[in-house]
């Protein structure tokens, strides 16, 4: 009876404990002007259930029925009512997610200039005096992030030399050490980020 006892304890200690439910995430509102972060947010959420698979099945493999409703049920949560009225006929909830980007990244054309658009605002884009490393950082990825929803990716070295091109003359002296002693095709953004900001931190002083 002990050894069964300590084997059922064990059992229970090695019990996986559930996952909160989906009921108690709270559900962002697609908008017009928030498609790229809400899309994110979504995403985090589906998968952290186990239901992205839903959106972007392996190949050849079934989706559960059970599974495709749980995501249609909580894409539904997400919508406003008039946007709810335009894609109720979507069968699946593959089909409702793509509905939904369409309307919000546009056809190939409207994409495609919009890219465009983003681009050239992503190549003019320079550090401000009074930009902290950290908010021109975000700006950057805030541009990458837009970039991927249109279907390009900046690659992580783009970025970096993006963001030690743009920087104020206050950082030429860490921005020629960073050049000359770091391969650029790969060190990380963080990395670079990182050292950005101490060498900002030692100039206040």
Same mark, same amino acid.
């Given at each position: ?26 559900c ?11 899309a ?53 909830a593959?089909?409702?997610?793509e ?22 605002g ?6 401000? =005096? !009074?930009? #902290?490393? &950290?908010?021109? /950082?975000? +700006? $950057?990825?805030?541009?990458?992030t837009?970039?991927?929803?249109l ?33 650029? =095709? !790969?060190? #990380?953004? &963080?990395?670079? /980020?990182? +050292? $950005? ?7 206040k002083?």
């Open positions: 009876m002990a050894g069964e006892d300590a084997t059922n304890s064990n059992n229970a200690s090695n019990t996986i404990k559930p996952i909160t439910p989906m009921a108690q995430y709270q962002p509102k697609l908008k017009t002007t928030n498609y790229t972060v809400w994110i947010q979504i995403k985090v959420v589906l998968e952290a259930h186990g239901l992205w698979e839903t959106i972007e099945p392996k190949e050849d493999t079934e989706i559960d029925n059970k599974k495709d409703k749980a995501t249609t049920a909580f894409l539904y949560q997400a919508l406003t009512e008039d946007v709810i009225l335009q894609v109720a006929s979507c069968k699946t593959k089909e409702l997610w509905s939904l980007k369409k309307r919000h990244v546009g056809e190939e054309k409207v994409q495609q200039a919009r890219l465009q658009s983003l681009m050239i992503f190549n003019t884009l320079q550090m401000k =005096d !009074d930009d #902290t490393v &950290d908010a021109f /950082t975000a +700006k $950057l990825n805030g541009y990458a837009k970039a991927k929803e279907g390009k990716t900046l690659d992580e070295s783009l970025l970096v030399r993006k963001l030690l091109d743009s920087t104020p003359d206050r950082f030429i002296q860490i921005v020629a050490s960073i050049e000359q002693t770091s391969d650029l =095709d !790969d060190i #990380t953004l &963080d990395e670079i /980020t990182g +050292k $950005l900001k101490a060498f900002e931190e030692r100039i002083l």
